[in-house]
């Protein structure tokens, strides 16, 4: 049995990871300050004897003795992570100090949920991990690109320097149940805009794309990174390559759910990326993955699970 350490565990990807953890037989630790997470997410794990629910800002220093450490801790919804942008800056980059600092201390291996958005708005497509990026260091989305792309510096610098183990993966736009319905992020606004039949709102053209991934792919390929064996530091890309346009995404939410909504046009946001899929060719050919659960599968489950929500 390993004891594995979750910073972000309450909220969408890291409840998922440690549920999945605990199902493996690890003990785990779950750290959030629940800025955007809920308690809700992990309530069902409170009577496991093998789960620990430790309220941390991971700005600040902790102490724990662990074998592993995933660390998720940053709000991922730009309007979320727009609210207060300097604290962004803060959870990515002291939150990334921390816990290698943790991790060097008590010799655990170390992994970091980085982001497609360290290549910004990409001029190379699809962006493979050589591809440096596009980012705009002053802008409405610097706290959230800047701070993930100086966290991997960090990462990096940590195992050259301390020779740190860490395992870095670039996840691309995720989605599934535990996504907060008002998060903002463009999947859960268009479900719960099409069942209540509201308006469904793109920002721009609608001809900007995204390549969506189903929460358990994301979090078998997250595993099995963690699993690799010392000399796998990564960056490794994690999503899925089939690539849709926001309006054909906003299209088929419509079909799925039979909403009588309709489609309106708003202004793009600052800084919106254009285009976005990632090439798999690492996690391919050294995690042996690739994403199984298609949009429309995905996109059903998500859609019952908002329904359930009974909001
Ligand atoms: P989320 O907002 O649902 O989860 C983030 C969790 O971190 C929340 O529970 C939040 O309360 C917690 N948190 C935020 N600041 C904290 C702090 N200072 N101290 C302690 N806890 C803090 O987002 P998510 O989609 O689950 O994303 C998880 C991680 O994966 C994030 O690091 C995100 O950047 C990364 N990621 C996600 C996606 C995606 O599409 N979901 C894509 C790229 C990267
Ligand atoms: N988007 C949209 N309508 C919404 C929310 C988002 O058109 O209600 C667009 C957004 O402008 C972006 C894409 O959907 O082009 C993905 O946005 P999201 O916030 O989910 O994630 P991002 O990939 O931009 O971080």
Known sequence: MKRILVTGGAGFLGSHLCERLLNEGNEVVCVDNYFTGNKQHIIHLMQ????????????????????????????????????????????????????????????????????SEVYGDPNLHPQPEEYWGNVNPIGLRSCYDEGKRCA???????????????KV?????????????????????????ALHNEN?????????????????????????MMNTDDSVTGPINIGNPNEFT??????????????????????????????????????????????????RDGLRKTIDYFKKLNL
């Open 48 to 115: 496991n004897p093998n789960f620990e629910l430790i309220r941390h800002d991971v700005i600040q220093p902790i102490y724990l003795e662990v074998d592993e450490i995933y660390n998720l801790a940053c709000p991922a919804s730009p309007i979320h992570y727009q609210y207060n942008p300097i604290k962004t800056v803060k959870t990515s980059v002291m939150g990334a100090i921390n816990m290698l600092g943790l991790a060097k201390r008590i010799n655990a291996k170390i992994l970091q949920a980085s982001t």
């Open 152 to 166: 991997e510096t960090l990462f990096f610098d940590y195992h050259r320097q301390n020779k740190v183990r860490i």
């Open 169 to 193: 993966i670039r996840i691309f736009n995720t989605y599934g149940p535990n996504m907060h319905p008002q998060d903002g992020r463009v999947v859960s606004n268009f479900i719960m805009q």
């Open 200 to 224: 469904i709102t793109i920002y721009g053209s609608g001809e900007q794309t995204r390549s969506f991934c189903y929460c358990d792919d994301l979090i078998e390929a997250m595993i099995r």
């Open 246 to 295: 926001i309006r054909q995404l906003a299209e088929m939410v419509i079909e799925l759910t039979g909403s009588k909504s309709q489609i309106v046009y708003l202004p793009a946001v600052a800084d919106d990326p254009t285009q976005r899929q990632p090439t798999i060719n690492k996690a391919k050919e050294i995690l042996h993955w690739e994403p199984t659960v298609q949009l």
